[in-house]
């Protein structure tokens, strides 16, 4: 049974930092393809980073780029979210999603609130 931890989340200022982490069981990060949405209120869930392949390769969403670094520790199975210069158009509900390279299944974290608040 896979399940996707996500955690990290929390208060945080304008311009302040947090990282995020998404831990797995079941699954192994590094043959899978992983990502972060998020999903603000009112409004649809949106990619933030991901990984396009087990490579390494990365994607972010424009609002985002070069603010936000996805990275994975293989050796612990944890993706991070690492999150600077935070912004109140931020404030989202946070989750991590993780699909197997051999199975269409995509599994999803239980989120994590992440507001940025002055």
């Known amino acids: 049974q896979v399940q996707l931890v996500d955690s990290g989340g929390g208060l945080v200022q304008p311009g302040g930092s947090l990282r995020l982490s998404c831990a797995a069981s079941?699954?192994?990060?590094?043959?899978?393809?992983v990502s972060w949405y998020r999903q603000a209120p009112g409004k649809e869930r949106e990619l933030v980073a991901g990984f396009t392949n087990v490579r390494g390769t990365t994607t972010y969403a424009d609002s985002v780029k070069g603010r936000f670094t996805i990275s994975r520790d293989n050796a612990k199975n944890i993706v991070y979210l690492q999150m600077n210069s935070l912004s109140l158009e931020d404030t989202a509900v946070y989750f991590c999603s993780a699909r197997r390279l051999t199975w269409p299944t995509v599994y999803w974290g239980q989120g994590t609130q992440v507001t940025v608040s002055s």
């Open positions: 079941g699954l192994t990060f590094s043959d899978s393809i």
